[in-house]
Structure formats: structure tokens, C-alpha cells
């Protein structure tokens, strides 16, 4: 065959027109002929040839497992399911499925939001490994009755406060704690100007990885009002009472088992009182020391949720053996406790124990006295805006009361917050308090009411406004009192 047979043959026009390559050129003994050699897909067919016809490709719905038809055949197969490994995937003539893709490629995490700063919080003062939180606040307004007493004596009054805050950043180991201290100045009535306090740090050592040391010391600055059922008669100013203490204790985990011993020591001192006409009347028959020894085991069920039980034994020692009034008050007590810590989704914190205890006095006048033991205390987050925060307790009190054995003490708190606005911050209060002295007829009960606004200017200047209701409603004849306060001042934090 010649050149140019050959050329008509390949369906070329001479030589200048193209040749014909790759699927389309014959190769082997296929047993295709020229006129029905099927062309490869995406080229163009050679000019003078016909395209053979072919049965149309069907039409198919992309489902969850992809079905290619091949071509010239009606036969349809199944390609292997999204399970494998994106790189791995069939394509469709060449061109990756973008719905495959989807389904087989994960989407990406959520970032995580991180607790957002709160633009109007103290920064503090770093140094080394501590940061000091300091503050002074200068308040004035009016009380109605700063004595606190039936005859009602309003003034002027001047409330100056200062704290300080610390919090360390340690790898190990953990040191916190406040300091606060006040001082009201009345100049209408100059014999109800007192000071007042309290404190708190706490050190906790990590000596291994399940065993803790937590050593604690304590304070407390307050005054007695001049009607007090402890008092022999009315006086002319608060005498002052000053408590501090200490707790060292050790804390040991087992797994999920959690056990702790501590021991405590608590000292309280009353000053002398002096009556309007000069006579002292002298109080150090109050003055008392005492010492506990407290063990608890728990058991972790989640990290939110440790129930547990405690047992408790004290011991109550007057520097004077016989009191004022004959009494021998010195006393000893044991009891216990059941209760549990909780944590609700991170929304509601708190721990509550509830149990009694069992006291004996010296004096066999006084007999035994058996009371309830209650601690509780919740916060609740109801919304990134408003929170909810709850305590109750029950305790035994001392007293000096002739023929009273102690003061069965209740109080209860509940104080709502909510912030109009990141830097505006609104708080309501409700306190409910109930003295019993048991073995005499005296029960006092007290109500307050709170309501306090606070606007923060920037990090460190905040402007408060506060009310404040109290109402006492004693046994004790001409005991019962009623007082308001007002108040406006600007608290400084650097």
C-alpha cells in the first residue's frame, strides 16, 4: 500500500493533515476496524469519520454509595464505600465527587472560646509568685440607730474599710487568704463608734501527689451591743471581742477515697463593759480556749460529687473554772456529720452536712445539751448575668447566762446578683437569724434586708450605693430594735 493509500485508509486528506495517535491507531490483531474503533474519551474525532453510534449513558442519582456507568455498557457498578480513607476514594472520570468529599472528610473541630477576661476586674500586684489584691473603700451616709437599741438615736456616719487579697500561682503548693478591717465613726452618738474584722489565710503544702498538709489561721474583730442577754445591764459602750484561731490538718487520697484529719484551737476574749454611771463590769469570766479534733472520709463517686461522713470531738476551757454566776461552764462535746460537695454541670456549686452533736458540762446543774449541726452553702450560675448565693448554719454557742446551758445559734442567707451591665452590678439580700438560750426563757430572732448597687468606672474605681434593714425582736423586755442605713461611697483596688 502506498503513502498516500495509507493516509486515506488512516482517513487523512495528504500530508499536511494530522495523524491520527494513541487509542484511535489500531494496534495488534483487535479485530476493530477503522470505521468502528470507538475514539477515547475527550478527544476529537478525525475529520471524514463518522462517530459510531452508541447506546446513550444512563442517567444516574449520586446516592450515598456512588454508582459510575461505564461507558457503551448499561452495566452499572458499585465503587467502594465512603468508609475508606479520603486519599483512597474512586473519581468520576477523572474529577474527585465534591459530595463524596463532604461526606467522608470530617469537619473541623469547634474552636475552643476561652473565659473571656472581664474588662472592669483588678489586675492586682504581682510579686514573685503571689498577687496581692489591696482595696480601701470610704463610705458615708446615715444610721438610725447605731446603738442598736429601743431608744432610736439616728446620725451621720463614716464607714472606712480596708482589705487585701492574696492569691499565689505556684506549680505546687497554694497559698490564699484575705485580710479586711473597718471602722465606724458615729458623731451624734460617739459611744457607738466601733472597729470590726475578719480574716483568713490558708497554706496547703503538696508533700506527694496524694498527700496534702493545710494549715490555716484565723481572726475575728467584733462588738457586743449594749443589750445583750450576756450583759448584766445596759452599758455605755461596745465592748469588744476579739477571736483568732488555727487549723493544721492532713489530707489523704486513696484512689477515690479521700480522708482528713485536722485539728483546731480557737481562742475568744471579751473586753470589760462599763455602765453609764462608771461602774466596770468585768467579763473575763467569758474568756474561753477550745480544742477539736475533726476526721472526714469521703468518696469521690465524680469529680463534682464526694460524699462523706465526719466525726468531731471538742473541748470548751474557761480561764475562770466558776463564772460570775456560779457556774462551772467549762464542757466537752462529740457528734457527727453526714453530707456531700456537689457540682452541677458547673452552674451549681456547694456542699452541704447536716448532723448533731452532744455537749456535757462540768456543772452537773447544767446537764447535757444536744443540738443539730448544719453547714451549707450554694452558688448558683442561673445565667451568665445573675447569681444566686446560699448559706445556712446551726451551731452551739457559749453564754453566761445564769442557769443557761448555751445558745442554740441558727442564721440563714440568701443573696441575689445580677449585672444590668458588665461594669453595673445589682445585689438583693435576705438574712434570718434565731438565738435560743436554752434553759431560760430568752429567744431573739433577727431580719435584715439588703440592697446594693455598684457602678465600676474602670479596673480600679467603683462607686457603691447600699441600704441596709435590721430588725431584732428579743424576749427580753425593751430589747427589740429596729435600724436603717444608708450609704454612698467609692472603693479604689489597683
Known amino acids: 500500500m502506498t503513502g498516500k493509500a495509507a493516509a486515506q485508509l488512516r482517513g487523512t486528506a495528504g500530508p499536511g493533515d494530522p495523524v491520527v495517535t494513541g487509542s484511535m491507531a489500531p494496534t495488534g490483531n483487535t479485530g476493530l476496524s477503522v470505521q468502528n474503533a470507538e475514539p477515547a474519551i475527550g478527544t476529537v474525532p478525525p475529520i471524514g469519520i463518522r462517530r459510531p453510534s452508541r447506546p446513550p449513558r444512563p442517567t444516574t442519582r449520586r446516592s450515598r454509595n456512588p454508582v459510575q456507568a461505564l461507558p457503551g455498557t448499561p452495566f452499572r457498578s458499585t465503587l467502594n464505600p465512603p468508609s475508606l480513607a479520603p486519599d483512597v476514594q474512586p473519581q468520576l472520570n477523572g474529577v474527585p465527587d465534591p459530595e463524596l468529599a463532604l461526606r467522608t472528610t470530617p469537619p473541623p473541630l469547634p474552636r475552643r472560646r476561652l473565659a473571656e477576661e472581664d474588662p472592669y476586674a483588678s489586675l492586682g500586684i504581682r510579686t514573685g509568685g503571689l498577687t496581692l489584691f489591696p482595696a480601701i473603700e470610704q463610705s458615708i451616709g446615715y444610721d438610725s440607730n447605731p446603738n442598736r437599741t429601743q431608744d432610736r438615736k439616728g446620725s451621720f456616719v463614716s464607714h472606712t474599710e480596708g482589705e487585701l487579697r492574696l492569691q499565689s500561682d505556684w506549680s505546687r503548693h497554694e497559698l490564699s487568704g484575705f ?17 470590726e474584722g475578719a480574716g483568713r489565710i490558708g497554706l496547703r503544702l503538696d508533700l506527694l501527689r496524694d498527700t496534702q498538709i493545710n494549715v490555716e489561721g484565723r481572726y475575728l474583730i467584733d462588738t457586743q451591743r449594749p443589750d445583750s442577754p450576756d450583759l448584766a445591764s445596759p452599758v455605755r459602750t461596745r465592748p469588744l471581742i476579739f477571736s483568732e484561731g488555727g487549723t493544721l490538718g492532713v489530707t489523704q487520697r486513696f484512689n477515690r477515697l479521700v480522708a482528713s484529719i485536722q485539728g483546731t484551737i480557737d481562742r475568744t476574749d471579751y473586753e470589760n463593759a462599763q455602765t453609764p454611771s462608771g461602774i466596770v463590769i468585768d467579763q473575763s469570766d ?9 476526721g472526714r472520709l469521703g468518696y469521690e463517686v465524680t469529680p463534682g460529687f464526694i ?22 461552764r467549762s464542757s466537752d462535746g462529740i457528734g457527727g456529720r453526714a453530707g456531700t460537695t456537689f457540682e452541677i454541670t458547673r452552674l451549681i456549686t456547694g456542699e452541704i452536712a447536716a448532723g448533731a452533736i452532744d455537749r456535757r458540762y462540768d456543772d452537773p446543774r447544767l446537764g447535757n445539751l444536744t443540738s443539730p449541726l448544719l453547714d451549707a452553702s450554694l452558688v448558683w450560675a442561673m445565667t451568665p448575668l445573675t447569681t444566686i448565693r446560699a448559706t445556712a448554719s446551726a451551731t452551739v454557742d457559749e453564754t453566761t447566762v445564769a442557769d443557761a446551758r448555751g445558745v442554740q445559734t441558727l442564721r440563714g442567707l440568701v443573696e441575689v446578683s445580677h449585672a444590668l451591665r458588665r461594669n453595673l452590678i445589682l445585689t438583693a439580700g435576705l438574712t434570718v437569724s434565731d438565738y435560743d438560750y436554752q434553759g431560760v426563757p430568752i429567744e431573739e430572732r433577727g431580719y435584715g434586708a439588703l440592697l446594693r448597687a455598684e457602678w465600676k468606672l474602670n479596673r480600679s474605681v467603683a462607686i457603691r450605693a447600699s441600704y441596709n434593714w435590721e430588725r431584732l425582736e428579743s424576749s427580753i423586755p425593751n430589747s427589740s430594735y429596729t435600724a436603717n442605713v444608708f450609704l454612698v461611697g467609692m472603693r479604689f483596688a489597683p
Not at 485580710?179 to 472597729?195: D, F, I, M, Q, T
Not at 467569758?286 to 475533726?294: A, D, K, M, S, W
Not at 460524699?307 to 457556774?327: C, H, K, M, W
Request: charged fraction near 25%; proline fraction near 8%.
Open 286 to 294: 467569758r474568756n474561753v480556749t477550745q480544742y477539736g479534733l475533726r
Open 179 to 195: 485580710l479586711r478591717g473597718a471602722y465606724n465613726e458615729y458623731p451624734s452618738v460617739p459611744e457607738a463608734s466601733r472597729p
Open 307 to 328: 460524699p462523706f461522713v465526719e466525726v468531731l470531738a471538742d473541748t470548751r476551757v474557761y480561764d475562770q473554772r466558776i463564772d460570775n454566776s456560779g457556774f462551772a
